[in-house]
C-alpha cells in the first residue's frame, strides 16, 4: 500500500506560483549523499518555480527519512516527501513523476535526479531553455560530467537513435517533456539490474520521440566503485541482449536503416 505524501501540521505553507519543473528524487541507500543532491537543487538560478520531490523508496536507514523529514519540513513549500514500499528504481521513478504530474498541471518537464548525483544551478535554466527553444525535442540531455573516479567519455553532437541503439548515451538526468509521459512513455520496473534509463529512451523513441543534448547542461554525475552502473557495466551483455529482445524494430537491420534515414 502506496502512502500518503508527508505534510507537516505544524506548518502553514505559503503558496508559491506553478511550478514548471519538478524535480524526482529517488531514494535508497544514499542517507549520506542525499543532502547534497537537495542542496543542489534548491541552489538553482532558474527564474521559474521548482517542485523537488522526494521519494523514500522503501529505504532501511532510518537517516533518509530523517533527513527527508527535515528538508520537507524546513521548505514546505518547495518540496514533497513521499514514502512507499520498496520496489526498485524505476517504480520509484515512476511513483514521484506521476504524482508531479497529478498535482501540478503546471509542470512542462519531468528531471530525475538520483540521490548521489549533484546539479550546477543554472542546470535547470539551461536546460529548461533548450527545451523551450526546440519544440521537436522530447528531452534534453547532457554530456557527463562526472566526479568521484576517474572517467573520459564525451556523449556530445547530435542526437542519433543509430549511435543510441549501441551506447546508453542518454543519461537518466535528462529533462523530460511532459508530453512523453502523457504518450504512455514510463519506466519499466522489470529492469531491476540498471539500464533502465536506455530503455526509458529508446521506449521515447520508439513512440516518436527524439533528444537533444546541450554543453553547458549543468549536471553531475558521482562515479564510484559500488553503484547500480557499476553493476550493469558487469553484466552489460545480459542486459543488451535484454534490450534486443524488447526493441526488436530498433535493433533489426531494417529497423536500423529506417531509423538513420
Not at 523537488?52 to 533527513?67: M, S
Not at 528531452?139 to 560530467?145: A, E, V
Request: aromatic residues 10%.
Amino acid at each position: 500500500m502506496q502512502q500518503s505524501p508527508l505534510r507537516p501540521r505544524d506548518l502553514n505553507p505559503t503558496p508559491v506560483s506553478a511550478p514548471r519543473i519538478a524535480v524526482v528524487v529517488p531514494i535508497f541507500r544514499h542517507s549520506v549523499l542525499l543532502a547534497e543532491a537537495i542542496e543542489s537543487v534548491l541552489a538553482q538560478r532558474a527564474g521559474f518555480p521548482i517542485q523537488l520531490i522526494l521519494v523514500n523508496d522503501g529505504c532501511p536507514h532510518q537517516e533518509t527519512d530523517l533527513v527527508c523529514r527535515e528538508y520537507a519540513l524546513s521548505y514546505p513549500e518547495r518540496i514533497t516527501y513521499l514514502r512507499k514500499p520498496n520496489g526498485g528504481l524505476s517504480d520509484a521513478r515512476n511513483h514521484g513523476i506521476r504524482h508531479a504530474l497529478a498535482a501540478w498541471p503546471s509542470v512542462d518537464a519531468i528531471y530525475m535526479l538520483d540521490a548521489d548525483n549533484r546539479l550546477r544551478p543554472d542546470a535547470m535554466a539551461n536546460a529548461m531553455a533548450a527545451l523551450d527553444a526546440h519544440p521537436d525535442a522530447g528531452w534534453i540531455y547532457p554530456n557527463i560530467d562526472m566526479f568521484g573516479l576517474t572517467w573520459a567519455g564525451d556523449y556530445g553532437g547530435d542526437y542519433s537513435l543509430l549511435i543510441h541503439t549501441v551506447m546508453n548515451i542518454c543519461e537518466a538526468g535528462s529533462l523530460i517533456r511532459r508530453q512523453v509521459f502523457d504518450a504512455g512513455v514510463w519506466f519499466d520496473t522489470s529492469f531491476k539490474s540498471g539500464f533502465e534509463d536506455w530503455d526509458f529512451f529508446l521506449t521515447a523513441a520508439e513512440a516518436g520521440f527524439r533528444g537533444r543534448n546541450i554543453d553547458n547542461f549543468g549536471f553531475l554525475y558521482r562515479k564510484r566503485a559500488e553503484s547500480m552502473l557499476a553493476d550493469s557495466e558487469r553484466d552489460a551483455d545480459g542486459i543488451r541482449s535484454e534490450m534486443r529482445k524488447k526493441h526488436k524494430r530498433l535493433f533489426s537491420p531494417r529497423g536500423c536503416w529506417s531509423w538513420s534515414r
